[in-house]
């Protein structure tokens, strides 16, 4: 998962996009890159860290220009390198950068392709900078001097043709203008706005309708499945659906935990269908668990507050912070002649004994992954005192790898595959617990928008959407996590990008 | 504010108060250090910025020794410079360095006297360096080669005679030990508890109990006012009262504002004291506002959640999450030829308009001190559509400056400072405004423990309890600050820590 | 002026790529750079400083492979930007990365080309940029999935064909091989050899000899103007002459000042080259002073010391270090409300009187270029107690600016641009002044071969030997440097380079 | 070695203290410190590195004050880390800090006393800390709450009384001023001067003339033998000798190796010591080698290069640089996987073959310490074709350690030590060898100044002219080198200075 932005703007645009970046940092913690441009020449910053980090006042001050894009990095799975940090470039044709949130199934294959028709050299093992040269290769084609919207959209609709995967991208063509993409199922989001200044109107592109709201823009809609937005330097705004084949299917898990509360993503607010995976939660435990017995509902810190509220609403019962995060966890530093200790989720979060001692609590997630936090949350809930631990999952058992750009665990890492509810709760040492049904958690999406049918669940139920991807693609790419994860003691860090020092 | 951490332990304690200090680092994100010890050298690190930006695996590999203390600073109120950061260091007698929270009132008159007893140069204008100079000149007046727990003590003793104001200080006697004092008023925390490990019993000593808790350490128990903990490096503890004048009067803000919910306090449970600010904040709302028509009660993220989640429940009103708390702000840059905007409160909070529109919305905060951000917050608020905003404080009404070690901006900065209730809620644009009675305030924290019998509450009653701070002393502070501010332009960091690179 | 070198090994050549850049370091101390390729993967570093400032350990160990080319870049005449740092890379074809040394003549009229032919994107002021460009250009028109020496060497003869001015350059071409090669005039210098080595043979391209020589490297020869050589990564040495119109003329200012008197350049030693401008200037002298009187030769530190030494030789005077170099320049900083102060020759110089005092002096230079320095170091002899100061220069009066590559000031800041020996001497405080002549010089050069019949000596003739340098283009070369120098202020690192942070 | 420097001036003294420690950078380059003092408040920087690498326009900034001192560190012998950069503080009497040159050899025995006397604790191994204290405590003996210039004498002359071994040193005291000092032998040199200035006389103190000349100061004298020079921080000199049993001894290695040759030491000008000490060489050679057949004098560059010019006129044989040093030397890295490789003298020297080819060569060093590097050129000389290779060193045999300061191999690392000239010679490789006798080499320098009757030659003859070190004490420092060569694969840089980051 990342953060993209791009801004067309009236003036220097580098402070608008930092700000974008630091409302997306969310979405990636790993790595941080702006790019501008004035008078066709670009201006690059990009390195890992976060956003705060990475932009100094001396690389502020070179990134000039009306015109720029962003993005934040998170590890992608399949992904063994960590050391790629966005926007990527490429000088053939025109100049372009582009900044990618997603994941493309087909990587191989297209790079393959690349090479032989265009002998283009991919320098890294991101699927971005793969996606970048299959866009500038179809813009090149038209080999026009000075391309239009219509140049823009073909080499976006012969992008869709031959790229597989989930991908919402942000281009920007060195001195024409700044284009977004989103794939024909919709998979990751990403939405486009404008505000109005003394100079003019301006407009941006961005993951999550947030950053709109921050920056004072205005949310003029998503991008369907398949559609481009393309905005002229010169603030000409332009549209077109270029799929022929696309439909609805994004990706629920934005909704689960990606994305911020506060977003609007395909016309559903996520703090409302947040509120609303609560309640059905709640029926669901009242329907099974009549007789409950719970004295507290305690939210893990922070994403599933928003829903344990509203549990413990339905339930009736008390809604306690019982967890409080500590919020700035340092590292453990490996003292010569010392083992590596792991951090404990004990220097994450620290139990308020009162909340616990003597009662039946509720502790609620927004999911469970490997399991291996929630058995050790459990643990702290009885020394604490708790007379019974119950555990509610907000979303349904998670058991199967997102290939779509989400970093999740190959499957034999989630605690959940191949495993029923009760042998869960018994491995992570709950009294009992509820995972929400997949049919609600899509329920509770769908109220904010009925027109979208249909979604990518496929952590939940193994079905993905894209139709490409099947054992011999999971095998592959479980193979490549493990691969990085055995090199990475002594290859981790070995990859300098070429754009980077 | 500050927060202090000193460890006499079995192996090296530097991995040990690095993770106290980011359990801590709430109390001061401004500077942060560590000294250790071992066979008789010390071994420091201090910087500015947070503690996991100031500790490199460079530094930690230097920071040997079983014993250390650590700190991590907040800028104190009535000092001028921001460039100090502790511990300090004194190399006669013993080498001594010490970690302080709090203020000295009588500062000037102990820094003339240092030097002119003892010839002693203070090169900063922090009072720890005269605390640590008072200090070290008493316990070389024991004039002792080797000195014991009764030297320690008696310096102590001499320092409560010597000094005035809010200290919790933790000192470390090269080779020797580490004390812990408190001041004779208690007005600042500071807690001890231990931990049984392989290689024997551990000490620490720190200003909060839940670094206590997070680094598996049980609290033995709060320092009492003008006490001192004495730990040898071979680990036997000695206590002593080393005042003859002491009695309790603790900062009540702690429990208001500074302490994590998760800290015990002088007995006091600070969660346990805010559900009840909520409470009896209630109550008062009940009583005062009986037709309230509140629809929904909203934080202001993060303090003021405890006490808002239980003023929700007196009140029979839903509890919502109406603000989202942007976790990563970012700076703004100055670009050549632009002039510095200010980081508005959109930056920081994004308001969920679902939450507010043609609702009553109660919000609620932990106290108001200048009321600007309180204000924009209100106009969010409005902008989001709320039919009527209220707003209460689970504080009484600040209005007056704290001279013990808060940085509190000086009285004619308060917005109640001589203004009333209905004033202030006029000027922050609130349809009304309650704030919490002093009386139920300190009720709210004594019912955690009722031998408590006073609270430092000057900075909504203008009573210190240190009984030396007169008109002629807060006019001398305000205009330092004026000064301090005035001068921040072109000399702010014109000062090198003698210590410091 | 530039140093650049290129290695095919057998094992890493990082650490040899490193260690030949601090030997050609004396050839640009701006910036550094060294890329490798392993397995189809390029490792790039590249930054503003010496060799020894920019490459870190951490650096080092992800710059793996057994190929690769490195840069010490000197800031060349024409660009009015700092902030390039070689190498550059291009993705397509195959990605090529190259460096280079020299200067274009033609680089707008290419630029403008490669944009029209290719849509390619160049983003620096660099010509080394468009210099890769038109290669990279050049070799795609093959079109080859793998090109083998002969598209490397059809490549190379278009570029010939092409580009106009002086230029040596190495490229590496990912997963194939490297290939350097040299102006069809052989202005600036470039050398090939070889050395054995438990795993096979390994060869080096490398501005200067001398780089071969301190790595154990076996000069095989100079390439030839023209020539091309192409190393295949499993160590097939190819070479070809590609120019059909190439012809001998190598810059004579190497020999003069730029180069390492160790080096063997087009056949000539350096060193001995300097030896015989001394032994030539010595008989000028006695033909032109025949009763000098000179008491002693004081050569100016450090390149002129070779050719001082002869010259007192042959004139049977002694030879003395008058000069003692500060060897340890630091910075001269501007504190608040100070204006910039100029660093003297004082601080670079120091004269040891004894060696002056009641004496007649010659003093001896390479050159004079703009003659300031010069100036300030015949007032520092007289200063130092000097009966007369004599001064002579091993070149002839440089009059007019080089276009090749070399960092000259524009003509009318030369000092001799249109005036006499005399005229020069009076403006620069000498008692006397001799130049060398030009036909001496070349002789002096021309007697370590034979072979070769003309060189550049534009600077000293203003005859360029590329035949298209006309008035017009010195203009705007003249324009340019202008235009740099007052914008420098507010722009001069306003530019981020696409490849670094 | 190392290198001080302390002024008192009319405005920031930050500049022309930066400018004085790179004048003395050759005295040490491992570390630099400034302190300077602005009403009554320090500023101080120090750290690792090259004086151009320690401070950046951000400390200069900081750096205020019309007086301060400076430091340039090289290793001391007899010190076992490498981590404490200078000048120290004590901030006990008034804040004192120093800058120190030299060693001292009762460290252990005044480290003792100044506890048990002050308790006052030594945090480094530097004897500069201890002698720092040493003069701290002896000045607050004096008990003035104001200093004046007895009581600044009063302390010089116990720290003579107290300390062994060689000494410069330079200190300030806080808001009063800078006192310099030299040991009662005047082993180490230390000079001072002055200058006019449209403000008043301004006046420095520094380890070598050339600072003062290089500033446009006007060297005064060197410091007598233990005498004291005071300059109050309103400009008024006072000296004072201030040892009973000062008698001349300076260290003569400064005038063979040490210093810079365009510096006055105890008024004999180094470069002409030198001139020499070629000629005697010269006249030894006539004499026991009257048919030498020497073709040509090669020096080592950089420090013989003047006794090898007026060796060669003295032979009537030619003299050549026949090797030319890499001034840009870089690091070694350590690849995984990978032993270190020791940088060999290849990459210091290059040897330009013409000079050696068939010729006896004479080559010229200033001294032997170890010998390795000596056979490896010699052993390049026969490389580059040399028919035999004859050596000669400006200075006798090597054959004791130094304790005053000079980092200086134990005993038996020194190649000459219990060998004779023919044994040194066999092991070198050199075809002859002929050394300076020490009655040549003390002529050499004495001809400058007769009034120094006596030189410390201790590595020369084993002649410790402070008549206190015993076989005991060289036996013991030895073992302390030993110890420290030992354990620096793990503890090197396990030490961080209090005063550092």
Known sequence: MCGIVGIVGKSNVNQALYDALTVLQHRGQDAAGIVTCDSGRLFLRKDNGLVRDVFHQRHMQRLIGNMGIGHVRYPTAG??????AQPFYVNSPYGITLAHNGNLTNVEQLSREIYEAD??????NSDSEVL???FAHELAGGGKLRPNQDDIFNAVRAVHNRCRGGYAAIAMITGYGVVGFRDPNGIRPIVFGKRDTEHGVEYMIASESVALDVLGFELIRDLEPGEAVYITNDGQLHTLQCATNGHYAPCIFEHVYLARPDSMIDGVLVYKARLRMGEKLAEKILRERPDHGIDVVIPIPDTSRTSAVELANHLGV??????????????TFIMP??????????QKLNAIELEFRGKNVMLVDDSIVRGTTCKQIIQMAREAGAKNVYFCSAAPAVRYPNVYGIDMPSAHELIAHGRTTEEVAELIGADWLIYQDLEDLVEAVREGNPNITEFDCSVFDGKYVTGDVNEAYLGKIEQARNDAAMSQGNVASAIIDLHNN
């Open 318 to 331: 008390k809604f306690r912070e019982g967890f409080v995060k500590n919020r700035y966890i340092g590292r």
């Open 132 to 134: 970048l040269n299959v």
């Open 79 to 84: 992904s063994s390198s960590s050391a790629e």
């Open 119 to 124: 002998l283009r050299h991919v320098n890294t």
């Open 337 to 346: 002649g010392q083992a590596a200790r792991k951090k404990s989720v004990r």
